[in-house]
């Protein structure tokens, strides 16, 4: 049931009742004038800094390109200096053999008249033709290579000019940089600052509280009881591990168990949400179901969106913005990032509507709506004609750019009108035309290039949203979506984040929150998606409600009676590290920095063995994953980090640091004896040490957040 605070119009309260009747009526109240509500000055900030900081990337990104313009100018000048006197040599002496040829055209042509009649005439006429053969031929071969020194010389102007430009260029960039770079430091402090007192306006435990009543309300009422709660160092693990991707460091653990205050889990939490690795994580998990899906996008592009994603978020710029930018940004991704959610959902190198479509419904509004791309849905109201009609507001936006230029970041997005010959293209591929007034071809799934008919763009409600007839429509749609009149936004969102924090959402799957799917406990969502809502979508007011919940707070370990609940929350999911966790947190332990670019990806890829979309609970590394933690020379070469924690120590005091170091515990005195024991057979103190340190890291319980 609905809290009170819910009701606060009659209006409000009848766009709730529908959500236990029908979807198509739950968006319809979504696509309702979008409600003005004052700025907050926070959240002001947090824009602010975000395009201050991409303005001081385009500016260096346009520096970048003036010094390849110029590398790559000169390159083609080198080679025009080595080209064009070969081309000038061959061109006079061919000269001198049309002169040579010509004349000896006038006189075959003299001789094939005087032998004209006679028995040798067939003769001297066969030798004209040849010479006048040679003659074209020279003459051909001479005009072409006069036309290709022209263009030589016409190339290398130009060249001349655009090295000319380029070095005029690059001074004044560098003055506007030394403008620019310190007003997006002073952008980004102002941000970090009014997040900072906007976060010691807000109190989220009374929130967390009322979860908790809610949830044990539950538990109580199905007979499941809870997990006790973990102590300090458990717990210290886990919110390290989900707010930033990485296990504790060692003197983390030490300081935080040595801590006394009572609020010490609460200021951790605090902590971790203002260090960079809290952006970093998100980002990263939320561009690799998105930007880093099967297609052909380049890993410098997917690297500059989940950067941008990652500064957002840190500076806790309000989601609902953020995703506003996602669904509606034109430009170039230089120095619009957000722009490469739409370049990442293309077909044939051009954004496609209907993986758009899909991929808005999955990621921010938790709805399959894609079902219905090619034939109505057989479980939901949804209907093909529909989905095409909100696929239309996708239906302008085209990708720019030259084909042969393989930097991504320099396509330009856009949904004004695109010259066939400007967009980027497949051969033999025909592209539809961008409409007017919001309308699109629904694609005939038998016959390539064709359509069933043309639908114009409506929202599930029926209604039309007023659009121009041409421009960006995609802004309709993404005001819809982020509307906070749509249930559906808050709800997707909270959802996810739980699932984040818990293993599993409050609705499973979570890309299916039609209302026929129950969630394990409706009050707790509807508070939530309310909560998130009230905090005009503050992402961070959501983690610190969450994390200071005493269901977070289980043990993962069951109890009698509670073995079997994996939808109610009495007690925490295992949950297995996946590829970057995994490799960020061996980087920790072994005091080593996070690799980066390349390097990453490809480190990471030997640990990616989740299935997009799997359930994060299940561990799935094999073989090879556990052959490569247990033979990589980096892990067996550890003594410098086990030296550093262990130096001077008796054994039984070392072992005790090599867990804090590894595992973010100290061990039991089963667990030391038994460590000690080994040290002491081996006789060597030191490589005995080490080879505790390759076990733990190689235990499952590293593996694992628990």
């Known amino acids: 049931m609905m809290k009170p605070s819910l009701r606060t119009t009659a209006a409000l309260w009848a766009v709730l009742a529908l959500f236990m009747r029908s979807a198509a009526a739950l968006l319809a109240a979504a696509s309702l004038p979008v409600h003005a509500w004052a700025d907050d ?75 004209k009649g006679r028995a040798a005439g067939e003769k001297a006429e066969q030798a004209r033709q040849t010479v006048d053969q040679l003659v074209k031929k020279l003459d051909n071969d001479q005009r072409r290579d ?67 009543e809610l949830i ?43 801590e006394k205050s009572p609020n010490k889990r609460a200021a951790v939490v605090d902590r971790l949400l203002a260090d960079a690795g809290y952006g970093r994580n998100f980002a990263q998990r939320f561009s690799t179901v998105t930007t880093e899906i099967g297609t052909s996008t380049l890993n410098q592009a997917r690297d500059v969106f989940r950067d941008w994603l990652a500064e957002s978020l840190n500076l806790n710029r309000r989601w609902d913005r ?51 791309q090619c034939h109505d849905h057989p479980y939901h109201e949804w209907k093909l004609d529909e989905f095409w009609q909100m696929a239309a507001l996708f239906g302008r936006v085209r990708l720019a750019g030259q084909n042969q230029n393989p930097r991504e970041l320099e396509h330009l997005v856009t949904d004004d009108d695109v010259d066939p010959k400007e967009m980027l293209r497949m051969n033999g591929i025909k592209y539809p035309e961008q409409m007017t007034g919001g309308r699109i071809g629904i694609p005939d799934p038998v016959n ?13 409600d029926a209604r039309s949203p007023p659009l121009p007839e041409k421009g960006n429509h995609r802004r309709a749609f993404a005001d819809w979506v982020t509307a906070k009149e749509n249930p559906f936004f808050a709800r997707a ?15 499973e799957p979570i890309l299916n929150l039609h209302p026929d799917n129950e969630p394990a406990h409706p009050d707790v969502l509807d508070l939530l998606a309310e909560e998130f809502r009230r905090s005009d979508y503050d992402l961070k007011h959501l983690v610190r409600v969450i994390t200071l919940t005493r269901a977070y707070e289980r043990s993962s370990k069951p109890v009698p009676g ?11 999911q295992v949950k297995p590290l996946d590829s970057y966790v995994l490799l960020d947190s061996l980087a920790t332990v ?117």
């Open 41 to 115: 000055p926070a959240a002001t900030a947090a824009d602010e800094a975000v395009t201050a900081r991409y303005a001081v990337e385009k500016l260096v990104y346009d520096k970048q390109a003036a010094e390849r313009s110029i590398k790559g100018a000169e390159t083609n000048l080198q080679q025009s200096a080595k080209s064009m006197p070969m081309l000038k040599e061959t061109i006079a002496k061919r000269q001198k053999e049309l002169v040579a040829a010509r004349e000896a055209l006038k006189r075959a042509t003299a001789e094939a008249e005087e032998a």
């Open 146 to 212: 006069t036309e290709q020194l022209k263009r030589f010389e016409e190339r290398n102007t130009k060249l001349e000019a655009d090295i000319t430009a380029a070095r005029k260029k690059i001074p004044e960039l560098d003055q506007e940089l030394v403008a620019a770079r310190p007003a997006a430091d002073e952008a980004r402090l102002r941000a970090v600052e009014g997040d900072r007192l906007r976060a010691g306006g807000q109190d989220p435990r009374t929130t967390a509280r009322r979860i908790d």
């Open 216 to 258: 044990d309300a539950r538990l109580e009422s199905l007979g499941i009881p809870a997990s006790p709660p973990v102590d300090d160092a458990e717990f210290l693990r886990r919110a390290t591990l989900d707010v930033t991707g990485v296990v504790p460091k060692y003197e983390e653990v030490i300081a935080f168990l040595d």
């Open 322 to 372: 953020t995703v506003r930018e996602m669904l509606s940004a034109d430009g170039r991704g230089y120095e619009r990032p957000a722009v490469l959610f739409t370049v990442a959902y293309r077909m044939n190198e051009q954004p496609d509507p209907a993986l758009l479509l899909g991929a808005a419904g999955d990621h921010f509004l938790g709805l399959q709506i894609q079902c219905a």
């Open 448 to 460: 390539a290039g064709e359509t069933l008919k043309t639908v114009s763009a409506k929202f599930l």
């Open 493 to 507: 969102a909270v959802n996810r984040l739980w699932s984040h924090f818990f293993g599993r959402g409050i609705v």
């Open 562 to 572: 509670n073995a079997d609940d994996v939808t109610h929350f009495s007690r925490m």
């Open 590 to 706: 072994l005091r080593r920095p996070l690799a980066t670019g390349t390097r990453r990806r490809d480190e990471a890829a030997v640990f990616d063995t989740r299935l997009p979309g799997g359930d994060p609970v299940k561990y799935t590394h094999g073989l090879p994953q556990v052959l490569k933690l247990m033979n990589t020379k980096d892990h067996a070469e550890m003594n410098g980090t086990v030296q550093s924690v262990t130096s001077g120590r008796p054994p039984a005091e070392a072992i005790g640091q090599l867990y804090l170091a590894v595992l973010g515990r100290r061990p039991t005195t089963a667990e030391t004896d038994e460590m000690v024991g080994y040290v002491n057979e081996v006789g060597d103190p030191r490589r005995g040490l080490a080879d505790v340190f390759w076990v733990l890291l190689n235990s499952a319980e590293f593996l694992v957040n628990h």
